[in-house]
T-cell receptor, first 115, second 110 residues
Framework: DAGVIQSPRHEVTEMGQEVTLRCKPI?????LFWYRQTMMRGLELLIY????????DSGMPEDRFSAKMPNASFSTLKIQPSEPRDSAVYFC?????????????FGDGTRLSIL | GENVEQHPSTLSVQEGDSAVIKCTYS??????FPWYKQELGKRPQLIID?????GEKKDQRIAVTLNKTAKHFSLHITETQPEDSAVYFC?????????FGAGTRLTVKP
């Protein structure tokens, strides 16, 4: 079991640049979640997908943030243009959504620094 | 939407003592309550969970209790060890919407 795979693990870029974070969920999981973690705000849910369809993006902070899930095995979170306040650890998680509640499994995260 | 509050924010105990972390939630429709442990620089990892049709669940030194009427749930760690030191997060979930508490930084002193 490879778990949730995120890339890159670290990203350092200058403000104004476009940033793309990538996630591969656990095979067979049909729900995917993007979280942002900061000291000030803790773990925040940004958006989640069910069967590749965005269900709730109310946590996406601004129009600069966008997320896609073109197929069951891949999702991206894009920030354009990036700003220093976007610096955080971004986690992707996946779960199997069905009749019974199942836990979310997290990837190792992407540590993003915007200079 | 759901609001999860977690207390205390920091907790320091002596090795061998027990640790208790408490959470409250606001949405009575929430029906799944996982607990995650996050070590420094690592990802959150599920340590135990409880569903709303159960009042208590135990796994070795870890136990969770749920009071649906009062809308609160607690994590109990007995015989704490230094490797239990981490940040612990509670969460409450309704459908696919899961909200996390702010976390508790547990330090176990040897």
């Amino acid at each position: 079991d490879a778990g949730v795979i995120q890339s890159p693990r670290h990203e350092v870029t200058e403000m104004g640049q476009e940033v793309t974070l990538r996630c591969k969920p656990i095979s067979g999981h049909n729900s995917l979640f993007w979280y942002r973690q900061t000291m000030m705000r803790g773990l925040e849910l940004l958006i989640y997908f069910n069967n590749n369809v965005p269900i709730d993006d109310s946590g996406m902070p601004e129009d600069r943030f966008s997320a896609k899930m073109p197929n069951a095995s891949f999702s991206t979170l894009k920030i354009q243009p990036s700003e220093p306040r976007d610096s955080a650890v971004y986690f992707c998680a996946s779960s199997l959504q069905g009749q019974t509640n199942q836990p979310q499994h997290f990837g190792d995260g992407t540590r993003l620094s915007i200079l | 939407g759901e609001n999860v509050e977690q207390h205390p924010s920091t907790l320091s105990v002596q090795e061998g003592d027990s640790a208790v972390i408490k959470c409250t939630y606001s949405d009575s429709a929430s029906n799944y309550f996982p607990w995650y442990k996050q070590e420094l620089g690592k990802r959150p990892q599920l340590i135990i969970d409880i569903r709303s049709n159960v009042g208590e669940k135990k796994d070795q030194r870890i136990a969770v209790t749920l009071n649906k009427t009062a809308k609160h749930f607690s994590l109990h760690i007995t015989e704490t060890q230094p490797e239990d030191s981490a940040v612990y997060f509670c969460a409450a979930k309704r459908n696919n919407d899961m909200r996390f508490g702010a976390g508790t930084r547990l330090t176990v002193k040897p």
